[in-house]
Structure formats: structure tokens, C-alpha cells
């Protein structure tokens, strides 16, 4: 079994930040949602910071809520 | 009977934070007044005590969804605007003040209030102006002030192909019989 490495913990990001929309867009899939820490390999609690990060950029019109 | 002591929480004997603003101006404001405008938005802020910590200018940008806001009692609709933000330190009593005056605030659409560490945090260096593509396109905001009307030069106008063909012709004409 293949072991994913947390992309933040690989690259020692401590805050996730909501203005980092290219970071933030590799987490979503092609229709806009998050994708699961599964497919991702984020840790738990990077996890929550990235999602409350995407729900912040979708709320200032930085990221869409869905893609069309 | 002896009183019970109370627990009260007093938010006056917190010490200051540090929060960030994200915040979202109306496309009517003209580039020439947006720095006034978002002086305007400080002065506001340092009223109430805070202090900056850092800030990144706004750049327009293309929103990523239609947003819509009422404005005396009309809805206007934004598909554009200047995103900018701030991080303050403020005391955590004033938040509510804070809140409420840039709720007034006619002038923006959205705006974020988090908590957030005092360092740089944003990790790409490539602006947001230029990941949204940040280009004016005209009015298409429905019911959106009459300023932002883009002025477009009447010599932007494209010709049709056999007047500019005439147009050269003549001139060219004129050049040689000024030779």
C-alpha cells in the first residue's frame, strides 16, 4: 500500500491561507468541490484548515463554489 | 445568604490581536480614487485603535461567481471588483464596532474578518490581479453606477475594410504629390 505524504507537511506550511488560490485549487476537483484528505494524502487537521481556506476564498469570490 | 460570585467575561482585559481583513470594493470606484477610498477605510479603522500590521493593495480581479448586494433598496450585481486586505491589531471590545462600521460602508460588497498570524502567510508570489485576470470590460453589471461606464475613444471604432483602404490610398496619394 502506497503511502500519500501531506503536501503541507511536506513543504512545511504551517497556515494555509485563503488568498493562496493556486495552492488551494489543487485540492479541488474540475466541478469546484474539496476533495477528501483520502485522495490527498492531508493529515487531519490540515485538512480542516484547508477546507475552512477554500471556504474563505469561495466567500470573497476567489474560488467558485461549483465549476461549470 | 451570601451573593454567588459572578463570572462575568469582561473583553476589555483581553490583550489586542491580530485579525485580517479581506475586503471587496465596488468596481464603481474609479483607479484614480481607490487609494483616497481605502485611506478612507483606515482612517475608519485607526478611529477605533487599531493598528496596521500589513496590507496588500487591492487589484481588481474577476469574480469567481455573480455576487449581489442591496444598495437603497435595489439589488446591484457585481461581476468584477478590487480585492484588497489588511491586517490590524486591534483590542477584541472594539470587534463589534469594528463590524459594524464597515457594514455601513456602502463601497463594499464582501468583506472577511478572521483571526490570523502576525507573519506573511501567502506563499505564491504571482498577484491576484493576474491569476483572475483583472480586466475591465465594460459595464456589465446590471444596475451598476453610471461612472464605471468604460470611455472608450471614438478612434477605437473600427472602420470598415474598403474605407480604411480608401483612407491610406489618399493619403498616401497626398504624401507623393508632396514629394
Given at each position: 500500500?502506497?503511502?500519500?505524504?501531506?503536501?503541507?507537511?511536506?513543504?512545511?506550511?504551517?497556515?494555509?491561507?485563503?488568498?493562496?488560490?493556486?495552492?488551494?485549487?489543487?485540492?479541488?476537483?474540475?466541478?469546484?468541490?474539496?476533495?477528501?484528505?483520502?485522495?490527498?494524502?492531508?493529515?487531519?487537521?490540515?485538512?480542516?484548515?484547508?477546507?475552512?481556506?477554500?471556504?474563505?476564498?469561495?466567500?470573497?469570490?476567489?474560488?467558485?463554489?461549483?465549476?461549470? | 445568604?451570601?451573593?454567588?460570585?459572578?463570572?462575568?467575561?469582561?473583553?476589555?482585559?483581553?490583550?489586542?490581536?491580530?485579525?485580517?481583513?479581506?475586503?471587496?470594493?465596488?468596481?464603481?470606484?474609479?483607479?484614480?480614487?481607490?487609494?483616497?477610498?481605502?485611506?478612507?477605510?483606515?482612517?475608519?479603522?485607526?478611529?477605533?485603535?487599531?493598528?496596521?500590521?500589513?496590507?496588500?493593495?487591492?487589484?481588481?480581479?474577476?469574480l469567481a461567481y455573480?455576487?449581489?448586494?442591496?444598495?437603497?433598496?435595489?439589488?446591484?450585481?457585481?461581476?468584477?471588483?478590487?480585492?484588497?486586505?489588511l491586517k490590524i491589531?486591534?483590542?477584541?471590545?472594539?470587534?463589534?464596532?469594528?463590524k459594524e462600521t464597515?457594514?455601513?460602508?456602502?463601497?463594499?460588497?464582501?468583506?472577511?474578518?478572521?483571526?490570523?498570524?502576525?507573519?506573511?502567510?501567502?506563499?505564491?508570489?504571482?498577484?491576484?490581479?493576474?491569476?483572475?485576470?483583472?480586466?475591465?470590460?465594460?459595464?456589465?453589471?446590471?444596475?451598476?453606477?453610471?461612472?464605471?461606464?468604460?470611455?472608450?475613444?471614438?478612434?477605437?471604432?473600427?472602420?470598415?475594410?474598403?474605407?480604411?483602404?480608401?483612407?491610406?490610398?489618399?493619403?498616401?496619394?497626398?504624401?507623393?504629390?508632396?514629394?
Amino acid at each position: 500500500m502506497s503511502t500519500q505524504q501531506c503536501y503541507f507537511k511536506s513543504n512545511n506550511i504551517k497556515h494555509i491561507d485563503y488568498k493562496d488560490i493556486e495552492i488551494l485549487r489543487k485540492f479541488l476537483t474540475p466541478t469546484g468541490k474539496i476533495q477528501p484528505s483520502k485522495r490527498t494524502g492531508t493529515t487531519k487537521k490540515n485538512q480542516r484548515k484547508l477546507s475552512s481556506a477554500i471556504k474563505y476564498a469561495r466567500f470573497m469570490g476567489l474560488l467558485p463554489f461549483i465549476e461549470a | 445568604m451570601a451573593k454567588k460570585a459572578t463570572t462575568t467575561f469582561v473583553a476589555e482585559t483581553l490583550e489586542p490581536r491580530i485579525y485580517e481583513i479581506g475586503y471587496l470594493l465596488s468596481p464603481a470606484v474609479r483607479d484614480e480614487d481607490l487609494e483616497a477610498r481605502v485611506s478612507e477605510l483606515k482612517d475608519s479603522l485607526t478611529k477605533l485603535g487599531a493598528t496596521f500590521v500589513s496590507e496588500g493593495a487591492p487589484e481588481f480581479i474577476d469574480l469567481a461567481y455573480e455576487m449581489s448586494k442591496i444598495i437603497d433598496n435595489k439589488r446591484v450585481r457585481f461581476n468584477q471588483g478590487y480585492f484588497g486586505w489588511l491586517k490590524i491589531e486591534i483590542d477584541p471590545a472594539q470587534v463589534a464596532n469594528l463590524k459594524e462600521t464597515l457594514d455601513k460602508n456602502i463601497l463594499l460588497i464582501r468583506y472577511l474578518f478572521i483571526l490570523a498570524p502576525r507573519e506573511n502567510t501567502v506563499l505564491s508570489k504571482k498577484p491576484l490581479g493576474k491569476i483572475l485576470k483583472g480586466e475591465r470590460t465594460g459595464p456589465t453589471n446590471e444596475g451598476e453606477v453610471p461612472q464605471m461606464a468604460a470611455e472608450e475613444p471614438a478612434e477605437a471604432v473600427e472602420m470598415p475594410a474598403d474605407k480604411v483602404e480608401e483612407a491610406l490610398d489618399s493619403e498616401i496619394k497626398e504624401m507623393v504629390k508632396e514629394a
